[in-house]
Every structure is written in structure tokens, then in C-alpha cells.
């Protein structure tokens, strides 16, 4: 009887860590949407309570962290549990993180609203912020039913996401060098959509974390980027100029 209770006890401690999981996922989430909505909008009382959301995550951050601490200290699991876990550990950092970047976007949304702004570089973000909130779904419902197969597939599309965030690097480039006057809104704008590209990079390193969990292998091989803003920044740079233009 006290062997069936300590299992039933420690079959609770980790269903809470995995539900406290699934709710720092839909708390990311909602704060990504709200902080792109609020830079569309330029909706500053939105991108406030964003900011104010970020401590809850991090609260949350924790808790998980110290739970599964001392559950590994209590239970000292093996196999697939110690990797559940691990796992749960390294997932909660990825959306602590994904949460500071949003709060990241919301603190820009007054920079940018008093600035004019190239409306269809906004959509351009707004359309990155959407490929990145569907990996970011897909990859928490991968982890809700622990299939690694559709956690691969999250990985494998983050270089769309590359993709489009180095088409609208460029174009914010375009403009800052067609105007000085663009500059402090692009420059904005451009901080803005590396955020969401960065949100793309911790759905994939939570996609690498259920591959883990559930086959005990660490993915071996290079993960697809498509970010060429280095090089496109130093090309873009030493363009010549257009005819009667001054010269780079």
C-alpha cells in the first residue's frame, strides 16, 4: 500500500510539471500576439500589460525549475522520466525566453509610434509574427501528445521563417539607406522582427527537446538556418549609389 501510494504521488508530481508547462505555453503565446497586436496598433496600454505579464512567466520559470529539482532529488527517476523531467526544465526556459521577447517587442511599440512607419514592412512583421505563433502552436501541441515526429517537422520549417525575416531585413535596410529619416522607426521595426525570428529559434529548440524526451537521442545534425543578414547587411551596405547620388 505504501509503494502504490509513493507511485501515485510522484505520478502527480509530474503531471503537475506538465500542466504548469502547458500553461507557460499559452501564456507565451497570448503574449506574443498581444505584443505584435500592440505594435500594429500601436496600442500602448496593451504593450504594458504585456510587460507586466513577463513576471508571471518568469515566476512560473521558476516554480517549474524548483519542482523538478526536488523531485529529482526525492524520486531520483530513470529513463523516460528523468528525461520528462530534464525535458520539462529546458522547455520552461525556452518560453521564459520566448516571453522576454515579447516584452521586447511591447517596449518598442511607443518608439515606433512616433516615427512614421513603411506600412508594408508592419504586415511584413505581422506576417513573420503569424509563421512563428504557428510553430510555436504546433510545437506545443507536439509536446501535449509527445510526438516527436510533428516536433521534427516544427524544426524543419523554421527556415521559412529565416527566410522571410532576411527578406524584410533587407527591404528595413533599403529604406533606412533611401532616407535617413526612416532610420529610428526601421531600426525599431528591424529589432523588433529579429524578436520574432528568435521566437522561431526556441520553438525549434523546444521541437529538439521532445525528440529527446521521447526517443533518449539528442538530434545529431545541423539544423536548417536561412538567415543571411550578415552578408546581405555588408553587401546592401557597399552598394554604389544611384547616378548624381553621393557614393557609400
Same mark, same amino acid.
Given at each position: 500500500?505504501?509503494?502504490?501510494?509513493?507511485?501515485?504521488?510522484?505520478? !502527480?508530481?509530474?503531471?503537475?510539471?506538465?500542466?504548469?508547462?502547458?500553461?507557460?505555453?499559452?501564456q507565451a503565446e497570448r503574449m506574443v500576439e498581444q505584443a505584435v497586436a500592440a505594435l500594429m496598433r500601436s496600442d500602448w496600454a496593451m504593450a504594458q500589460s504585456v510587460v507586466a505579464d513577463d513576471l508571471l512567466l518568469d515566476a512560473a520559470q521558476r516554480e517549474i525549475d524548483e519542482r523538478a529539482i526536488k523531485t529529482i532529488a526525492r524520486r531520483q527517476p530513470m529513463a523516460i522520466d528523468l528525461r520528462e523531467i530534464v525535458g520539462a526544465i529546458r522547455i520552461s526556459n525556452d518560453l521564459e525566453r520566448i516571453g522576454d521577447l515579447a516584452k521586447n517587442i511591447a517596449k518598442r511599440v511607443i518608439a515606433v509610434h512616433e516615427h512614421s512607419q513603411p506600412m508594408q514592412l508592419v504586415r511584413g512583421i505581422e506576417h513573420?509574427?503569424?509563421?512563428?505563433?504557428?510553430?510555436?502552436?504546433?510545437?506545443? !501541441?507536439?509536446?501535449?501528445?509527445?510526438?516527436?515526429?510533428?516536433?521534427?517537422?516544427?524544426?524543419?520549417? !523554421?527556415?521559412?521563417?529565416?527566410?522571410?525575416?532576411?527578406?524584410?531585413?533587407?527591404?528595413?535596410?533599403t529604406y533606412m539607406m533611401e532616407d535617413p529619416r526612416n532610420i529610428t522607426a526601421c531600426t525599431h521595426l528591424l529589432f523588433s522582427a529579429k524578436n520574432i525570428e528568435r521566437i522561431g529559434d526556441h520553438a525549434t529548440n523546444i521541437a529538439e527537446t521532445i525528440y529527446y524526451i521521447k526517443t533518449g537521442q539528442q538530434m545529431e545534425s545541423e539544423r536548417p538556418k536561412d538567415d543571411?543578414?550578415?552578408?546581405?547587411?555588408?553587401?546592401?551596405?557597399?552598394?554604389?549609389?544611384?547616378?548624381?547620388?553621393?557614393?557609400?
Open positions: 500500500m505504501a509503494t502504490e501510494h509513493i507511485v501515485t504521488s510522484y505520478e !502527480d508530481e509530474l503531471k503537475y510539471i506538465v500542466r504548469r508547462i502547458s500553461e507557460m505555453g499559452g513573420l509574427s503569424d509563421l512563428a505563433l504557428e510553430q510555436l502552436k504546433e510545437v506545443l !501541441d507536439a509536446y501535449a501528445t509527445r510526438d516527436h515526429r510533428r516536433a521534427l517537422a516544427v524544426r524543419e520549417g !523554421d527556415d521559412g521563417i529565416d527566410a522571410m525575416y532576411t527578406s524584410i531585413f533587407r527591404e528595413l535596410l543571411r543578414t550578415s552578408s546581405l547587411a555588408q553587401t546592401d551596405m557597399t552598394m554604389p549609389s544611384a547616378p548624381g547620388g553621393t557614393g557609400a
